[in-house]
């Protein structure tokens, strides 16, 4: 598995009952000794789609294909989680490096943002 990576996770809902079989973007591996990934979760609900926070990839980008996503989906970067990498069930596909840059940005950009 490498950042960019889209794989299969078993995510609980919020209320910690078990979730449905859904993709998750790679962002990055936690570090330490554990094969733990920071992953953000993926929809195809576009609706729910936070503008200048989420990213939307769609079917006629460029990296759709190579994504493995079924239509145009939602990167969802508000819901991030931690995840060891024996519990992904597969990878679907990846996206391009600028799309996971920009993610990545938008992640940093959010949490460094000044409260009010």
Known sequence: MKPGKLALLRLPHVDLEEGKLR???LIARVPGDFPDWLVAMVSSRLEQAIP???EVIREEDADFPASGLKQ???IRIGRLAVANAELFL???GE???ERLAGIRRRIADWILEKEP
């Open 95 to 97: 996206i391009s490096g």
């Open 52 to 54: 200048g926070v989420d």
């Open 23 to 25: 993709p998750v973007l």
């Open 72 to 74: 145009s989906s939602v």
């Open 90 to 92: 597969g990878a679907s």
